[in-house]
């Protein structure tokens, strides 16, 4: 491979990092999820970095990479810390719950709420009648329901 | 540095340490004890003028130069403003210093003597007030002003302290803040004085402009390794200078404006400028000195408390007008046309007091305008531009210093012990009472009467001597022209012979003027002598029960002062004995004075003894006159009232006295005969007519009453309400239009630009949902957003 095509294939690996950071930081609620596609997205750059350091042979980017490591570290720290004392007072990771700082006046996010399946339990199939009916496990039936 | 130099630091110094301590600790710590640095600090200063006094009498005998230029001593302090000469922007240089000369030896002494006395009066008359400390502290602060005033040697260093005083008028006058005539006062009488400051400013900024410099003593600029050195001292400025025509140094000689080498060369601005000068800082002086148009606050500050007018009148205030303009007299002898309108304002304004305080019934106010008047004079004798006339003026500042802070502090005690009752109809014949505020607050009013031998007499007699002189100098002057004498003088004739006739005759009219108010002034102040000391004993309920003689306090203030009234004419004048004046020839020593126009006009010391005798008789027939009003039943004033309130003509106008007339035996026979006789309708159309003529005229002359004699002075010529009408009124006109056009136009414009950031956020309010990923996928849209644009436009 020439150095031209690998640097396209390592930017091709950052720039996914980033997307998928990126998509996971907008679509997911969980506030721990959240911090780990902004690291994931850090993570992309710093990759980006990397490549164009190797390609240009300049050890520049990979010093500022070892730097971001290191500020990275303790902005996670930082932001983990943020993250305990937030779950700590709604006792929730959900960010939606701190959706109370909106402006007065805007309507509040509700989340959709799934309609209880009428459906009675499933019946699993069952091995033929060859003696007394197996005593039906529930906790197992409503985990299976569940997967 | 030396003696003198170390004296008059000490002089100001102490006031202000007093100042300090009474200001941080009065309300704490020293509390009821709050006089006590104030005093010894005044009496500290009044010991240290007396020291300098003696200091530059020595200095100036044996000075070499002493003699001819005058004597006077520069303390550089430090300097306050020093922006060198760049060569693209001329040097600014403003430097801190004092002198030392006769005129403000003078002042020193008579500020801090006055002060004293009044300082340890208002000990014990403000005694359990609220505001003790506070009292003190403005009081040690006012003398501190008054006394640096007259000893800057800068007029910028002059206006800053001339500024002070005037706060600290405004601080005293309102002391009783709680009271509105009192707060009002304090107000008006600032803003009085700002009216004349601002002429006082641009005299300053005309000075700068016209002289380069605001120094009144001359400064030579030594160019040093370390940068300019300034030298004041005049020996060395003459020195340095006659070097610098050598060419042997480099130095740059700045000649003050009031400084030795001007006065020796004459280079005054002339023309328009240097009247407009002269003009500008007589309309400050008249801010300050209470002087026609000026005039309308002193009388007002009064409200504060009495030590304080006593204060303001005799020591630290009113005079700095006399000072300054006596302190610029070489500006003013160089313009004949100025000195004519300062003797002018002065003769009208001591006529027009004079005449309002003829129907006074405040004690307090009579003394008020009697001090307006008794400026005038000593403006008038500052006009009459000879040194005769500035030493008498000077003398009569001296001399009236004295005698009005003995009257006021008199009007003090009476107030005190009659419960501050002032109106004198309300109290009479307290002679019995309060023996000695009687016996001292006589010879002050017998001073300012002028009666032989107590000082006013002296003071007076010398202004109205110079006064005379000066017309006969003019007259002769003229006359010298008229008979063909059109040689051109030399010199300082040339000069005078620019004069016109008609100055003698407004000169004229002027000492007339003075000569009226002479016994005015006797009468006026005999009224108040003889209405509160004298008659039938009354006092007032206020006073209640302890109606009595005032504290040793208060008393033995009254009898130094009323020493001091008594003699200090006949120390400082023995122009009747042999014909020196000690005060006159230590004034004339200032520089300012030893200009050689003045040396050579009329000189001090000379005795009229035609004036005095005309003057003293004036004064006695005024005593007499008042005597004769106010000893006994007071019948023949209310019929000089009733006349002078022209109440004759107010029943000219009405029909009382045609009906009466028509009843009365004879007429009434006649026009029964001519009815009987069928001639009933012409008496009948005759009335008609006189009816209607009366009532045509009555509504103007009932208007004219309102101009009476008695009215005017009563209403003090309708001074107050003119002001009001002319330059309040539209003036509060205009500062509410100004107002609502602030508030509804310019306040408006200001909102709107406030309101347009606060809608366009409300239009994107909405936006903030409180959901991170939200903002999350805005700022993503927004990048893309960017990114597209910018490959777009790749």
Same mark, same amino acid.
Not at chain 1, 30 to 42: D, Q, Y
Not at chain 2, 578 to 606: K, M, R, V
Not at chain 2, 695 to 700: D, G, K, M, N, Y
């Given at each position: 491979m020439s150095e031209q095509e690998l640097l396209h294939a390592y930017l091709l690996v950052g720039g996914l990092l980033?997307?998928?950071?990126?998509?996971?930081?907008?679509?997911?609620?969980?506030?721990?999820?959240?911090?780990?596609?902004?690291?994931?997205?850090?993570?992309?750059?710093?990759?980006?970095?990397v490549a164009w350091s190797r390609f240009h042979h300049d050890l520049g980017g990979q010093v500022l990479v070892l730097m971001i490591i290191a500020v990275a570290a303790c902005e996670a720290g930082i932001g983990l810390a943020l993250v305990l004392m937030l779950a700590r007072r709604v006792r929730s990771l959900d960010v939606v719950a701190w959706q109370d700082l909106r402006e007065s006046g805007v309507p509040p996010h509700v989340d959709r709420q799934i309609p209880e399946a009428e459906s009675p339990v499933e019946a699993w199939p069952r091995l033929p009648q060859a003696g007394v009916l197996p005593e039906a496990n529930e906790e197992e039936e409503l985990y299976r329901s569940r997967v | 540095?030396?003696?003198?130099?170390?004296?008059?630091?000490?002089?100001?110094?102490?006031?202000?340490?007093?100042?300090?301590?009474?200001?941080?600790?009065?309300?704490?710590?020293?509390?009821?004890?709050?006089?006590?640095?104030?005093?010894?600090?005044?009496?500290?200063?009044?010991?240290?003028?007396?020291?300098?006094?003696?200091?530059?009498?020595?200095?100036?005998?044996?000075?070499?130069?002493?003699?001819?230029?005058?004597?006077?001593?520069?303390?550089?302090?430090?300097?306050?403003?020093?922006?060198?000469?760049?060569?693209?922007? !001329?040097?600014?240089?403003?430097?801190?210093?004092?002198?030392?000369? !006769?005129?403000?030896?003078?002042?020193?002494?008579?500020?801090?003597?006055?002060?004293?006395?009044?300082?340890?009066?208002?000990?014990?008359?403000?005694?359990?007030?609220? #505001?003790?400390?506070?009292?003190?502290?403005?009081?040690?602060?006012?003398?501190?002003?008054?006394?640096?005033?007259v000893t800057v040697s800068s007029f910028l260093l002059l206006f800053v302290f001339w500024e002070a005083v005037g706060v600290c008028s405004y601080l005293l006058i309102g002391f009783w803040y709680q009271r509105p005539s009192a707060a009002a006062a304090g107000m008006k009488a600032f803003l009085v004085n700002r009216i004349g400051d601002f002429g006082f400013t641009l005299a300053i900024f005309l000075i700068w402009l016209h002289y380069g410099t605001l120094d009144f003593h001359d400064v030579a600029l030594e160019q040093t390794a370390a940068g300019a050195v300034a030298v004041t001292d005049p020996v060395q400025v003459a020195q340095l200078a006659a070097d610098a025509a050598d060419g042997s140094n480099r130095v740059e000689i700045v000649d003050g404006v009031l400084g030795r080498r001007r006065i020796a060369s004459g280079t005054w601005v002339g023309g328009t400028a240097g009247l407009a000068i002269c003009l500008l800082l007589m309309w400050g002086a008249c801010g300050k000195s209470a002087q026609f148009p000026l005039h309308v606050w002193l009388p007002d500050a009064m409200e504060g408390p009495t030590p304080v007018?006593?204060?303001?009148?005799?020591?630290?205030?009113?005079?700095?007008?006399?000072?300054?303009?006596?302190?610029?007299?070489?500006?003013?002898?160089?313009?004949?046309?100025?000195?004519?309108?300062?003797?002018?304002?002065?003769?009208?304004?001591?006529?027009?007091?004079?005449?309002?305080?003829?129907?006074?019934?405040?004690?307090?106010?009579?003394?008020?305008?009697?001090?307006?008047?008794?400026?005038?004079?000593?403006?008038?004798?500052?006009?009459?531009?000879?040194?005769?006339?500035?030493?008498?003026?000077?003398?009569?500042l001296l001399t009236h210093a004295f005698f009005k802070a003995l009257l006021f502090l008199g009007a003090g005690s009476v107030m005190h012990a009659m419960g501050n009752v002032i109106d004198m109809r309300k109290f009479g014949g307290l002679r019995r009472l309060m023996p000695y505020t009687h016996a001292t607050f006589l010879i002050g009013a017998l001073a300012l009467a002028g009666i032989f031998p107590l000082s006013g007499f002296w003071?007076?007699?010398?202004?109205?001597?110079?006064?005379?002189?000066?017309?006969?100098?003019?007259?002769?002057?003229?006359? #010298?022209?008229?008979?063909?004498?059109?040689?051109?003088?030399?010199?300082?004739?040339?000069?005078?012979?620019?004069?016109?006739?008609?100055?003698?005759?407004?000169?004229?009219?002027?000492?007339?003027?003075?000569?009226?108010?002479?016994?005015?002034?006797?009468?006026?102040?005999?009224?108040?002598?003889?209405?509160?000391?004298?008659?039938?004993?009354?006092?007032?309920?206020?006073?209640?029960?302890?109606?009595?003689?005032?504290? !040793?306090?208060?008393?033995?203030?009254?009898?130094?002062?009323?020493?001091?009234?008594?003699?200090?004419?006949?120390?400082?004048?023995?122009?009747?004995?042999?014909?020196?004046?000690?005060?006159?020839?230590?004034?004339?020593?200032?520089?300012?004075?030893?200009?050689?126009?003045?040396?050579?006009?009329?000189?001090? #010391?000379?005795?009229?003894?035609?004036?005095?005798?005309?003057?003293?008789?004036?004064?006695?027939?005024?005593?007499?006159?008042?005597?004769?009003?106010?000893?006994?039943?007071?019948?023949?004033?209310?019929?000089?009232?009733?006349?002078?309130?022209?109440?004759?003509?107010?029943?000219?106008?009405?029909?009382?006295?045609?009906?009466?007339?028509?009843?009365?035996?004879?007429?009434?026979?006649?026009?029964?005969?001519?009815?009987?006789?069928?001639?009933?309708?012409?008496?009948?159309?005759?009335w008609m007519?006189?009816?209607?003529?009366?009532?045509?005229?009555?509504?103007?002359?009932?208007?004219?009453?309102?101009?009476?004699?008695?009215?005017?002075?009563?209403?003090?010529?309708?001074?107050?309400?003119?002001y009001t009408w002319l330059i309040v009124r539209p003036m509060s006109l205009v500062a509410a239009l100004s107002a609502w056009l602030d508030r509804t136009v310019i306040d408006a414009l200001v909102d709107w630009v406030g309101w347009v950031p606060r809608a366009i956020g409300n239009m994107w309010r909405g936006v903030q949902s409180g959901l991170i990923s939200f903002y999350a996928l805005a700022m993503v849209m927004a990048v893309v957003v960017f990114v597209w644009v910018r490959v777009c436009l790749m």
């Open positions: 980033v997307a998928i950071g990126m998509i996971g930081f907008m679509v997911r609620r969980n506030l721990l999820v959240m911090f780990l596609s902004i690291e994931i997205m850090l993570q992309g750059v710093s990759l980006n970095l | 540095m030396d003696t003198i130099s170390w004296l008059t630091i000490a002089i100001v110094g102490f006031p202000l340490v007093a100042v300090l301590i009474t200001g941080l600790f009065g309300a704490r710590v020293l509390r009821g004890a709050s006089h006590l640095p104030v005093v010894l600090a005044i009496a500290a200063s009044f010991i240290a003028s007396v020291g300098l006094f003696q200091q530059l009498r020595l200095e100036r005998a044996t000075s070499v130069d002493g003699g001819r230029w005058g004597y006077a001593h520069v303390v550089p302090l430090w300097s306050w403003v020093g922006v060198e000469d760049s060569g693209r922007d !001329p040097g600014l240089r403003i430097d801190v210093t004092l002198r030392a000369d !006769p005129l403000t030896s003078m002042m020193q002494m008579m500020v801090s003597g006055i002060s004293l006395f009044v300082a340890v009066f208002a000990a014990g008359y403000m005694k359990g007030d609220r #505001g003790y400390w506070r009292f003190f502290a403005y009081i040690a602060l006012f003398v501190f002003s008054m006394l640096m005033l007018s006593a204060l303001i009148h005799a020591a630290t205030m009113v005079t700095a007008g006399v000072y300054l303009i006596v302190r610029c007299s070489p500006l003013l002898v160089a313009n004949p046309t100025a000195q004519l309108i300062v003797a002018s304002v002065g003769g009208f304004t001591a006529l027009l007091a004079a005449l309002i305080a003829l129907t006074q019934y405040d004690l307090k106010r009579v003394l008020a305008y009697s001090t307006v008047s008794q400026l005038g004079y000593m403006f008038l004798g500052v006009g009459a531009a000879s040194l005769a006339g500035i030493t008498a003026g000077m003398f009569h003071s007076k007699d010398a202004i109205m001597g110079a006064v005379h002189d000066r017309i006969h100098h003019l007259e002769h002057v003229a006359a #010298g022209e008229a008979h063909g004498d059109d040689a051109p003088a030399a010199g300082e004739d040339a000069g005078e012979a620019a004069v016109p006739l008609w100055h003698a005759k407004v000169y004229r009219l002027v000492y007339y003027a003075g000569m009226i108010t002479v016994w005015l002034t006797a009468f006026y102040t005999f009224r108040a002598v003889f209405m509160t000391f004298y008659g039938e004993e009354r006092v007032p309920e206020e006073a209640g029960h302890h109606a009595h003689e005032s504290p !040793p306090s208060m008393v033995v203030p009254l009898v130094v002062l009323a020493t001091g009234a008594a003699v200090v004419g006949l120390l400082l004048d023995r122009s009747m004995v042999d014909g020196t004046h000690p005060f006159s020839q230590w004034i004339a020593g200032t520089p300012s004075l030893s200009l050689p126009a003045l040396a050579e006009s009329s000189q001090p #010391g000379q005795f009229h003894m035609a004036i005095a005798a005309v003057s003293t008789l004036i004064a006695l027939i005024g005593i007499g006159l008042a005597a004769h009003l106010y000893l006994g039943p007071r019948d023949e004033v209310r019929w000089l009232k009733s006349f002078l309130d022209l109440e004759w003509f107010a029943r000219l106008s009405s029909i009382d006295w045609l009906l009466r007339f028509r009843s009365q035996g004879a007429w009434g026979a006649v026009e029964r005969a001519a009815r009987r006789a069928g001639l009933g309708w012409f008496f009948d159309g005759l007519v006189l009816f209607v003529v009366l009532l045509v005229l009555a509504t103007p002359l009932l208007v004219l009453r309102w101009l009476s004699p008695y009215r005017l002075s009563y209403h003090k010529f309708y001074f107050d309400e003119i």
